[in-house]
Each structure stands twice: as C-alpha cells, then as structure tokens.
C-alpha cells in the first residue's frame, strides 16, 4: 500500500506574522471639528480677558468678598480654557478620546466662567440697586 511519505527533515518553519493586538480601531474627528473647537475656545478666552480688564481695572465700585469669589471663578475659568486650548492645538486631538477630554475641559470651563458671572452680576446688582442675592 502505497502510504504518503512524510518528510521529517529538520527544516525551518516560519511562524506566520502576529497580527497587532487593538481593542479599538483609531477614530478620528471629521474635518472641521478642530476648528471649530479653536474658534470657540478663542472666542470665550477673548471674552473672559476683556471682562476681567473691566472687573479688575474700570470698575468705580469698591472690592468686596463677592468680587473676589467672582474674579477667582474668573481666572481658574480661564486657566481651564487655556489647557482646552493647548490641548486642541496638539496633534492628538484628532483622535476622538483626545478629542472629547478637551470638550470636557472647555465646557467645565464655561460652567465656571458662568459661575463667576452670576457672582459679578449679584454684586453689581447688591451695589447699585440694593438687591442682595447672596
């Protein structure tokens, strides 16, 4: 009977290539979204600057504790935007997790900035008019 010959030389068997190991394929944002991210934290940073030249440097009214708490909201605000802002001008930005921390750190930063201005806008009104909010 005629058997198949099998050949057990020793030769060198090359395991095939492992395939590279990704729970995740790489998402990337679609085209504009990082300028349009930009635009919005420039915009808010402007705004946020001018106010605070105004609060700390034109206004005839005399300090108390609300301007502080105000003018504090005001600069960590700030800070929050700028880090927004050096976070979307990097080049992992365009990955989408990249991406949706710096989101987070620009709304978290316009929360605040809103804060502040409910704050600013209390003691005005507490001064000039004698509403007192807080």
């Known amino acids: 009977m005629n058997e198949p010959v099998r050949d057990e030389s020793p030769r060198a068997t ?53 301007f502080v708490i105000s003018t504090a909201l005001m600069l960590i ?6 880090v927004a802002l050096f976070r979307s001008l990097q080049v992992e930005d365009h990955e989408i997790p990249h991406y949706r921390v710096t989101v987070r750190w620009f709304v978290w930063g316009v929360v605040v900035m809103v804060g502040g201005l409910v704050f600013a806008a209390a003691e005005v009104s507490r001064v000039t008019k004698g509403i007192n909010l807080f």
């Open 77 to 82: 605000s700030m800070l929050m935007q700028l």
């Open 14 to 66: 090359v395991p095939p290539a492992p395939k590279p190991v990704t729970d995740e394929t790489v998402r990337y944002t679609p085209d504009g979204y990082r300028s349009g991210i930009i635009t919005a934290i420039s915009v808010l940073v402007g705004f946020s600057l001018a106010f605070l030249r105004y609060w700390g440097f034109e206004s005839s009214e005399n300090w108390s504790w609300h």
